[in-house]
């Protein structure tokens, strides 16, 4: 995996994504753990970015956390925010050195688009494969290929938020669905703004590519939903979230 860096992304990543629901993810997640009667115990948040999840998830449940990121820059944000009972890991999903340590994953905000292939996928299922108890459940959402291919595609996104300008370009490559992404961060200091940029890529994978994956991981598939709901899953829609249970 190479999108290790996020040096200034991570430092306004809080500012451009204030639109973002964590309570409602928060509770959806939970609810998806309790129906499997998994309400509390070690719960590891792959790819917890700065952090603002895991923050969600530390108040309205009773688990102990462990949360990991490959950037240390996105674990140095995390790491100034209350999260009680959380420790911080700096941990590659391609990599996981866990052994039967949880109850539960969840990898959420669509971290897992950013594995560049399905190799590498594979290896993170595996990972938390390796990384769960028996019986432990294993949540996460990814982008489908229509958003990448329709939303994301070659288009440009502008961003205004206080003290941060962001001008987000985006290129589309059909043959595997992958979006190279570049951003151009004009920050406010002092009436003058200064330039920083960030360059990463997120892949889509066809949701029965992500089922055999799984399925050769180990994993029982439990269910597969639309992203934030409980109805089946449908490659028609722009995100879709993956159960799965060690068996």
Same mark, same amino acid.
């Given at each position: 995996?190479? /999108?290790?860096? &996020?040096?200034?992304? *991570?430092? +306004? @990543?809080? =500012? !451009?994504?204030? /639109?973002?629901? &964590?309570?409602?993810? *928060?509770? +959806? @997640?939970? =609810? !998806?753990?309790?129906?499997?009667?998994?309400?509390?115990?070690?719960?590891?948040?792959?790819?917890?970015?700065?952090?603002?999840?895991?923050?969600?998830?530390?108040?309205?449940?009773?688990?102990?956390?462990?949360?990991?990121?490959?950037?240390?820059?996105?674990?140095?944000?995390?790491?100034?925010?209350?999260?009680?009972?959380?420790?911080?890991?700096?941990?590659?999903?391609?990599?996981?050195?866990?052994?039967?340590?949880?109850?539960?994953?969840?990898?959420?905000?669509?971290?897992?688009?950013?594995?560049?292939?399905?190799?590498?996928?594979?290896?993170?299922?595996?990972?938390?494969?390796?990384?769960?108890?028996?019986?432990?459940?294993?949540?996460?959402?990814?982008?489908?290929?229509?958003?990448?291919?329709?939303?994301?595609?070659?288009?440009?996104?502008?961003?205004?938020?206080?003290?941060?300008?962001?001008?987000?370009?985006?290129?589309?490559?059909?043959?595997?669905?992958?979006?190279?992404?570049?951003?151009?961060?004009?920050?406010?200091?002092?009436?003058?703004?200064?330039?920083?940029?960030?360059?990463?890529?997120?892949?889509?994978?066809?949701?029965?590519?992500?089922?055999?994956?799984?399925?050769?991981?180990?994993?029982?598939?439990?269910?597969?939903?639309?992203?934030?709901?409980?109805?089946?899953?449908?490659?028609?829609?722009?995100?879709?979230?993956?159960?799965?249970?060690?068996?």
């Amino acid at each position: 995996m190479n /999108n290790a860096g &996020y040096g200034a992304f *991570a430092l +306004y @990543y809080d =500012s !451009l994504t204030q /639109n973002i629901d &964590y309570d409602k993810i *928060a509770d +959806y @997640y939970l =609810s !998806l753990f309790e129906k499997q009667g998994v309400k509390q115990g070690n719960l590891l948040d792959l790819a917890c970015g700065t952090g603002n999840l895991t923050v969600k998830l530390c108040e309205k449940s009773h688990f102990d956390f462990t949360a990991a990121d490959i950037s240390t820059d996105m674990l140095s944000m995390a790491s100034a925010k209350q999260l009680n009972n959380t420790r911080l890991l700096l941990s590659d999903m391609c990599s996981l050195y866990f052994n039967n340590e949880f109850d539960a994953v969840i990898c959420g905000l669509d971290s897992l688009n950013h594995l560049s292939d399905a190799g590498e996928l594979n290896k993170a299922f595996c990972g938390v494969f390796n990384s769960l108890k028996k019986g432990g459940i294993f949540a996460f959402d990814m982008n489908s290929v229509k958003k990448h291919r329709e939303v994301l595609g070659d288009n440009t996104f502008v961003y205004d938020v206080e003290g941060v300008f962001c001008a987000w370009q985006n290129e589309y490559f059909e043959e595997n669905n992958r979006v190279d992404i570049m951003l151009d961060l004009f920050v406010e200091k002092r009436g003058k703004y200064i330039r920083h940029q960030e360059s990463f890529s997120e892949t889509a994978y066809p949701i029965k590519l992500v089922e055999e994956l799984l399925i050769k991981s180990g994993f029982e598939i439990l269910n597969c939903y639309d992203y934030l709901t409980e109805k089946e899953a449908s490659e028609d829609n722009e995100k879709f979230v993956f159960l799965a249970r060690k068996v």
